[in-house]
Nanobody, 125 residues
Framework: QVQLAESGGGLVQAGASLRLSCAASGFNFNSRAMAWLRQAPGKEREFVAFISVSGANILYTDSVKGRFTISRDNVMNTVYLQMNSLKPDDTAVYFC??????????????????WGQGTQVTVSS
């Protein structure tokens, strides 16, 4: 079955960096776009970053542009999120998600058909 396992979260101070990883299994990783989304306490889940199958197309939400970098390794079946210059507003549970094969949208939560369990990122001021 499809499995997505995130790791790399933690508690850091503002300005620090973290690298999240998501190990995928149970499907042909080379055939699906992937993304990171996050959910802060009391807020709806929101799109953070998207990467196409080849990695040629990458998109970010405005609030993380220039600070976060999404990448993937199609040999290791892993997608990464490098997060630099972290801010308290980045505090959230971060989820790795597999893009479905139908939706044109990449920002909608509904465009993703499988999710990991999430990893907590807490940024203190």
């Amino acid at each position: 079955q499809v499995q997505l396992a995130e790791s790399g979260g933690g508690l850091v101070q503002a300005g620090a960096s973290l690298r999240l990883s998501c190990a995928a299994s149970g499907f042909n990783f080379n055939s699906r776009a992937m993304a990171w989304l996050r959910q802060a306490p009391g807020k709806e889940r929101e799109f953070v970053a998207f990467i196409s199958v080849s990695g040629a197309n990458i998109l970010y939400t405005d609030s993380v542009k220039g600070r976060f970098t999404i990448s993937r390794d199609n040999v290791m079946n892993t997608v990464y999120l490098q997060m630099n210059s972290l801010k308290p507003d980045d505090t959230a549970v971060y989820f790795c998600a597999r893009k479905d094969s139908v939706s044109r949208s990449f920002e909608r939560v509904s465009a993703y058909d499988y999710w990991g369990q999430g990893t907590q990122v807490t940024v203190s001021s």
